[in-house]
Nanobody
Framework: QVQLVESGGGLVQAGGSLRLSCAAS??????MGWFRQAPGKEREFVAA????????DYADSVKGRFTIYRDNAKNTVYLRMNSLKPEDTAVYYC?????????????????WGQGTQVTVSS
């Protein structure tokens, strides 16, 4: 069983930066990802990182602006978000799965955090 606790969301102006954190409990070190859901929209993939941290994957909409990385000693994954835009406003969810590689499909994730709100003002 893996429990995920996110932190780091908040309100920021367009062009600003935020860093989200996701701490995973349990004995395993899972591969992890970030998804987001804006009001009235479906949940969408943002970024993923493999168990070792050697492989990452990003949605086209965030490439070059967001960076996913992990500290396995702390069992924590981070999402550094730069050059934020109003369209990045959403609830951001951390997720984990037991395979070692990156996954961009939400249905393949077995564990989910509670979500953290990110609001970008124009």
């Amino acid at each position: 069983q893996v429990q995920l606790v996110e932190s780091g969301g908040g309100l920021v102006q367009a062009g600003g930066s935020l860093r989200l954190s996701c701490a995973a409990s349990g004995r395993s070190t899972p591969a992890m990802g970030w998804f987001r859901q804006a009001p009235g929209k479906e949940r969408e993939f943002v970024a993923a990182i493999s168990r070792s941290g050697s492989t990452t994957d990003y949605a086209d909409s965030v490439k070059g602006r967001f960076t996913i990385y992990r500290d396995n000693a702390k069992n924590t994954v981070y999402l550094r978000m730069n050059s934020l835009k109003p369209e990045d406003t959403a609830v951001y969810y951390c997720a984990a799965h037991r395979r070692p590689y990156t996954v961009s499909v939400a249905d393949e994730y077995e564990y989910w955090g509670q979500g953290t709100q990110v609001t970008v003002s124009s």
